[in-house]
């Protein structure tokens, strides 16, 4: 599973919170985007999801939805 639908599904089954996220994606010194999103659900277990590329971008816009913002 690609980290925007687990994204997806801890946010939705879970009941999980997105707790910390950047604003914008990061680009790597070798020109590669990546993303990081923490999310905590009810129980208090944290979950970091990361990725890099076409992902990143991915779970960026999805976190970016998922928070009502625009991407």
Excluded: W
């Amino acid at each position: 599973m690609d980290a925007s639908k687990r994204l997806t599904a801890l946010c939705s089954r879970e009941n999980g919170r997105i707790t910390r996220y950047p604003k914008k994606l990061r680009i790597l010194d070798n020109g590669v985007e990546h993303y990081f999103v923490e999310v905590t659900c009810n129980d208090g277990v944290q979950y970091g999801l990361q990725a890099y590329g076409d992902e990143a971008v991915s779970l960026f816009k999805e976190t970016m939805k998922t928070l009502g913002k625009t991407a």
